[in-house]
Each structure stands twice: as C-alpha cells, then as structure tokens.
C-alpha cells in the first residue's frame, strides 16, 4: 500500500462546478498536511496547508479526517485556470515527507 | 524575495555518462530537498540536509547518486553513471524548518527543476 494514496482521474468538471478530492495517508504518526498544484511541465506549488480545524481559502476548502487518516480538497466555482495537477502530501515528524502520485483536473468551459 | 534556483534547466546524456545538477535555496532557508519526479508520479525524495548536515537519504541509490551541500547553502547532486531509468525531473527544494524548531506549516518552495533524459 502506497503511504499517501490519491485518485489519478482525470476530473473533468465544467467551469463554476465545484470538486472535491480526497487524500489518504497510511502513517498514523503524520503530523502535518498539505495540499500543493502543479501545472503541466512546471514545479509544484504549494496551495495550502490543511489544519486540523479545517481551512478555507477563497474558493479552496480543505479538510482532515484523522480518525479515518484522509484529508481533502474541496474547489467551489471551478476556474479554467484552475486545471492542473494536485498532490497530496504528509508529513510524519522527523522531517519525513511523502507525496501523492496527484490528482489531475481539467476545467473546461 | 528570490526562489530556488537551479540549473541546468535541461541535459540529455547517454547511459552510463555523468551529471550533476545545482541548486541554490532560498536565502535563510535550513532545509533543503531533492526530489526526482518521474513523468506520472509524484515527486520521490532523494535527500534531506539541513544546514550541511544530511538528514535522510535513505531513498538515495547511493551506488550511483551523491550531493553535497558543502556550508549549509548551495548544493549539487551527482549521478554516475546513469542509466535510462534516470530519466526524470530532478526538483530542488527549501524550507525554514530548522533543527530544534518546532515543525511549521510552512510547505516547500521548489526550484524549477532539471529535465534529465538518459539515452
């Protein structure tokens, strides 16, 4: 089983849809989350790091379900611009980060 | 503030050749990351330093991988020799997490990365 599991997609969802993706991570000891986007042929870029409360930012929601070890990334008002790659990442303490394989999104109009 | 840099931003070589590959993180930032992204996969670490010293590199094959990050800035990975199995993006990163410091959210910036293709 792979550390941090992600659905490959493709998600093809129209613009102003809303899409949500899930994440689950295998090492109950991860501490820290984080969701971050990666354009075609370009360096992934972090989007936003998910607290235990939740958090919201603009348009993006993302969640983290301990008890059940996934967290997720809700997309409200979908954008063109918002296509791209997803990745998933957990981090168990000692510095140990593990990514996601991504979720791919493809916004059309 | 200026990100991580890296170059060079593309290299082909033939197997068994030699590479290297250069990164220098941004200011003040202790940690610092290779990742290898292989087309279709989410990147994989190499290897962890911070400041000089390496963290993890338990991923690293060292038979044929080495970096350094001689006084805890810049710093350069080497393979050699390659194999087509190489072939990848090779992805630079830093953070501000430091020794002794409580773990902050504070993500990664990466580096643009080197397209290595092996032929």
């Known amino acids: 089983r792979k550390e941090v599991e992600q659905d490959p997609g493709p998600f093809n969802v129209p613009e102003g849809a809303t899409v949500a993706f899930n994440c689950t991570y295998s090492n109950s000891a991860s501490q820290s989350f984080f969701w971050y986007r990666q354009d075609c042929r370009k360096e992934p870029k972090l989007l936003m790091s998910v607290y235990s409360s939740g958090n919201e930012d603009g348009r993006f929601t993302a969640q983290l379900n301990r008890a059940s070890q996934y967290i997720s990334l809700l997309i409200r008002d979908s954008k063109l611009s918002d296509s791209a790659t997803y990745l998933c990442?957990?981090?168990?303490?000692?510095?140990?980060?593990?990514f996601g394989a991504g979720t791919r999104l493809f916004v059309k109009a | 503030e200026a990100g991580v840099a890296q170059s060079p931003r593309y290299k082909i070589i033939e197997k068994r050749q030699s590479v290297a590959f250069w990164c220098n993180p941004i200011?003040?930032?202790?940690?610092l990351y290779w990742y290898q992204q292989i087309l279709g996969q989410g990147p994989k670490l190499l290897i962890q330093?911070?400041?000089?010293?390496?963290?993890?590199d338990s991923q690293l094959p060292k038979d044929r991988f080495s970096a350094e990050r001689l006084k805890g800035v810049d710093s350069t990975l080497k393979i050699q020799p390659a194999k087509l199995e190489d072939s990848a993006v090779y992805l630079c990163a830093s953070s501000l997490e430091g020794a002794g410091q409580r773990q902050e959210n504070y993500g990664y910036t990466f580096g643009s990365g080197t397209r290595l293709t092996v032929v």
């Open positions: 990442v957990a981090n168990t303490g000692g510095f140990k980060t593990i």
């Open positions: 200011s003040g930032h202790a940690t």
């Open positions: 330093f911070q400041n000089n010293g390496v963290v993890d």
